[in-house]
């Protein structure tokens, strides 16, 4: 594609058309466009994608105590998790 983009870029370039012109005619940004033709990106694509391997997540150990120490000093202990979070959400 960005060989036949690139030979339409200067065909039309002769023609007289304008780089901003020629970009929208392809569906492209005119600099990606100028780019391609000034030769700084490669004529072929490149590989966009390496291989990867999924894994199962160890699951972290979430359990309490929670403690959670205000920046005044105060210090409060011993809430479960769903008592911290609504606490959290009220104080901010």
Known sequence: MRRSAIE???????EGATIAEIGPELGLH???L???ARGNASP???A???P?????ARSADVGGPY?????????IEGLDL???????????
């Not at 990867?52 to 199962?56: C, F, R, S």
């Open 8 to 14: 339409y870029f200067w065909s039309r370039r002769e």
């Open 30 to 32: 005119w600099r990606t």
């Open 34 to 36: 100028y780019g391609w």
């Open 44 to 46: 072929e694509p490149t």
């Open 48 to 50: 966009g994608f390496s």
């Open 52 to 56: 990867v391997e999924i894994i199962e």
């Open 67 to 75: 403690v959670v120490v205000h920046r005044s000093g105060v210090r």
């Open 82 to 92: 769903d008592a911290l979070v609504e606490l959290l959400r009220r104080l901010s």
